[in-house]
């Protein structure tokens, strides 16, 4: 997935600011895909010179104006042309920082990369639990379309989410034994 077509998908529910579409990515799809506030702004600066958004300013009194942004045809053929794509190289692809320190971990004092563990274990516990909420929120999709076909897949990618983080904690509790039972040696 690119975040174009992240930002593109969400617009298609309706039209949204830039701050909207970062507290989606922030709240709802963090499990699965991290955009930085920079990043969402500069691909749909990028996206509305494509012709894929268009905008609109807002003017409010009291308060900043704001830019909404709205999906053209162009954009939603951009969408529709991605989602349909069986192609799925990137499906089992992993590019994880913490992971290539973790290789890297046998130069780290225990006690370091035992608390290294330990946080990346409630992380998840965390993410987890952002989950559970937005499960529940599922019940109240803000959403023009039909809730009940889009929770779906909603509860599918959330489910993946709670599968995935179990499976990090899991991890981390045996790597945290295997490293102390090396410190016991």
Not at 129 to 148: I, Y
């Amino acid at each position: 997935m690119s975040l174009k077509h992240g930002l593109l998908g969400l617009l298609r529910y309706g039209s949204m600011t830039g701050y909207d579409l970062d507290k989606i990515f922030k709240s709802h799809l963090k499990s699965f895909w991290y955009a930085q506030t920079s990043q969402i702004y500069r691909e749909l600066n990028k996206m509305e010179g494509n012709k894929w958004l268009s905008s609109e300013i807002v003017f409010q009194e009291g308060k900043p104006n704001k830019k909404v942004y709205s999906i053209t045809d162009l954009g939603n053929d951009e969408f529709i042309k991605w989602l349909t794509d069986v192609e799925q190289n990137d499906a089992i692809e992993v590019k994880q920082t913490f992971l290539m320190k973790m290789f890297f971990s046998a130069d780290n004092d225990i006690s370091v990369t035992i608390k290294i563990l330990e946080d990346f274990k409630e992380s998840c516990q965390q993410r987890m639990q952002s989950l559970k909420v937005f499960v529940e929120d599922f019940d109240n999709p803000n959403t023009e379309k039909d809730p009940r076909k889009e929770a779906n897949y909603w509860v599918a990618t959330a489910e993946f989410g709670t599968m995935f983080h179990n499976m990090c904690i899991e991890w981390a509790d045996k790597t945290i034994q295997r490293i102390k039972n090396l410190d016991q040696e």
